[in-house]
């Protein structure tokens, strides 16, 4: 499938934006997680339909894969249009702790509320959403300390919501990862191509590799000429760069031609596992 026309949009989603808009009315907020890398492309343009009204929280995953730089000022982006965000990374556990303290801080107001009304102590519910592979299982399961989510590094593993305590008030409900019918933005797709979130196998992994590898070496070139020793002038459009990565690597077939499957796998296994350095692939000013 060209990257270009990229429309992922199983039957299921459907099934699970159903369920989110009918269980929203239960909610006191909604947390949505997203991937520090691409935090505009990594965001279901819906969840503002579905979630109108409702206090938010964006958890910035995977920041230790991303540019700290740019993670501050995607922070700060978030907070000006009035969500509470914490800087996390699920996989090891860092800055989780702030949590239950920010969704506290957050529905501060209800909670008085609450307790006005005689309800101290109510259990406060917030539905948790995210798009496939955005690391939502792992940050549930790090945040309540035990394994009740179901994490795996690929997209679509939860298929159904999941109630998960927290503590004795606060509870999360984990829901299956929904995209949306169409990208409007092709680059959304590719974006979401570039980090995991959909599977590989409906996609030309060449031309995927070799557009990120075209934009690492413009908005990286230190990075891209440690680990791959190449730089712009190695090629005049991506696959050339792809090919100089691959001879540089020494990943070679018959008659001296570059193994590309072999180099596209690597680069992109490489990128999405944190060995490459830390990358943001996209700025809040682009987003305006």
Sequence with gaps: MQLDSLSWFPGHMTKTKRMVVAEMGHMDAVCEIVDARIPRSSRNPDVDEMAAGKP?????????????????????????????????????????????????????????????????????????????????????????????????????????KQWVPIDKTLELMDTPGILWPKFEDPAVGVKLAFTGAIRDDVLDREELAARLLEYLVAHYPDAVQQRFKITAADGENCFELLEAAGRKRGFLISRGEVDFERISRILLDEFRGGKLGVFTLEMPEETE
């Design 56 to 160: 938010r929280l964006i958890v910035l995953n995977r920041v230790d894969q991303a540019d700290p730089a740019a993670t501050k000022r995607w922070a700060e982006h978030f907070r000006k249009k009035g969500y509470a965000v914490i800087e996390v990374d699920a996989k090891s556990g860092k800055g989780v702790q702030q949590f239950a303290p920010a969704v506290r801080n957050l529905l501060k107001d209800k909670i008085r509320a609450y307790e006005e009304k005689g309800q101290v102590g109510r259990v406060l519910r917030l539905m948790v959403l995210g798009i496939p592979n955005v690391g939502k299982s792992t940050f549930i399961n790090k945040v309540s300390g035990r394994k009740t989510a179901k994490a795996e590094d690929r997209p679509g593993v939860t298929r159904t």
